[in-house]
């Protein structure tokens, strides 16, 4: 077989260069901040902001990127000054710490009765943390997700050479090569889109925490989903004390109580149809309905919250399979492979194909991975603050297929 020695050399590059990253992983780094555009004032917000640039140097978690944006975004040191408090005071105060934010218990501590402008200013630090930490989640997988698209962008130009060195050599067909180079093009376009969108994910947590466009950060690694299936309990008791609107539909209810039902409506024998004229209808009591909007409103948070726990379970459900089950198997694949090519059973094709296999399922996992957290903000979202601690239930078994029946057939 005559093989072009350029093109083969070119071919030994490109593998090289695959492989050596399968066992060397790229790793992207995105470190410091930029000045604000305006001069801080000494006495509200100097030195909220010397501590979130002092940081900001560190890889931060999406806890961190709440509790910073509460002291950086300007929305928040709004709502802050509002109520008459600052950005200093709230650093002075412990803001910074690290661990797992809640943010009802940093701001409320137990259930109290609040008033207009301050529901307005928990609701509006709820908003800007609960952005934060989904834009960082975000950005988090699709920095994880950049070294997998070039790779795998790699090993399909790898293909593409090598389809052009066969053809060359008469030992592939046209349809097989052109095949082949389009596959090679579709890698090459969907490791530009996935370098755009981590480029728009990066600029959307700045946006979020209230950052300069231009400036760097060290995310910390997307953590890893607990193994189980989530159950809680008490979540719609707990988003009745939480949650701003239900809160406000259940103390309008409370006051509301002297409402009677004698004077809900003042009507007649009815007949149908209702808004035929025929019929003489009453005067509506504004507080039964000021109760029916307030049940409406409950019925309507016991739904979400119900689909949103469904969505979280799926997710963990979808995390766990890739995680437990699919992506060792492709790792497992992969290394057979490598044994085959180096023993001389398969070729260098087969070789390619398997390892751009494994990076397809590693990206699959690291988007599960972030569909998860995901899911778990948007719940604590609807109930309004950090969730309770969930029992873990391991997912029932699938059962084997029955083995196919090999007896022949009677006709």
Request: hydrophobic share 45%; aromatic share 6%; proline share 6%.
């Amino acid at each position: 077989m005559a093989v072009d020695n350029g093109r083969f050399g070119d071919l030994i590059v490109l593998l090289s260069r695959f492989l050596l990253r399968g066992l060397f992983p790229l790793s992207l780094s995105v470190a410091f901040a930029a000045p604000t555009q305006f001069t801080p004032l000494p006495r509200f917000d100097a030195a909220a902001q010397t501590a979130v640039q002092a940081r900001l140097t560190q890889a931060f978690d999406a806890p961190m990127a709440a509790r910073l944006a509460l002291l950086q975004h300007p929305e928040a040191r709004k709502a802050l000054l509002d109520i008459g408090s600052t950005p200093n005071a709230v650093l002075a105060a412990g803001w910074l710490q690290e661990g797992e934010l809640d943010l009802w218990q940093a701001l409320i501590g137990s259930p109290a009765k609040l008033d207009n402008l301050t529901s307005q200013t928990v609701q509006t630090l709820q908003q800007r943390s609960q952005a934060a930490q989904a834009a960082w989640y975000r950005a988090a997988a699709a920095v994880a997700l950049q070294p997998l698209l070039v790779d795998q962008q790699t090993s399909a130009e790898a293909l593409a050479e090598l389809a052009r060195s066969r053809r060359q050599a008469g030992n592939l067909s046209r349809f097989d090569e052109a095949t082949t180079l389009a596959e090679a093009g579709q890698a090459r376009l969907a490791a530009l889109q996935e370098n755009q969108e981590a480029s728009q994910a990066l600029l959307a947590l700045r946006r979020e925490m209230g950052l300069a466009p231009d400036t760097l950060l060290q995310l910390a690694p997307l953590p890893t989903p607990p193994l189980g299936i989530p159950r809680f309990s008490g979540l719609l008791d707990l988003a009745r004390q939480q949650n701003l609107l239900a809160r406000h539909a259940l103390d309008a209810i409370r006051q509301d109580r002297s409402a009677s039902e004698q004077n809900m409506l003042r009507q007649t024998t009815l007949s149908l149809p209702l808004f035929s004229g025929k019929n003489a209808l009453g005067h509506k009591e504004n507080q039964i309905g000021t109760r029916l909007t307030a049940e409406s409103t409950m019925h309507e948070l016991a739904s979400q919250i119900t689909l949103q726990e469904s969505a979280l379970v799926l997710a963990q459900q979808q995390w766990q399979h890739l995680a437990q089950e699919v992506f060792p198997q492709r790792q497992a694949a992969n290394a057979e492979a490598f044994k085959h090519y180096n023993g001389m059973l398969r070729g260098v094709d087969e070789l390619l194909k398997s390892r751009t296999a494994e990076l397809e399922t590693h990206r699959q996992l690291i988007a599960a991975q972030r569909d998860y957290w995901l899911a778990w903000l948007a719940l604590e979202s609807l109930v309004g603050g950090k969730l309770p601690t969930p029992r873990y239930d391991q997912p029932p078994t699938i059962p084997a297929p029955s083995p196919i029946e090999t007896a022949p057939l009677h006709h």
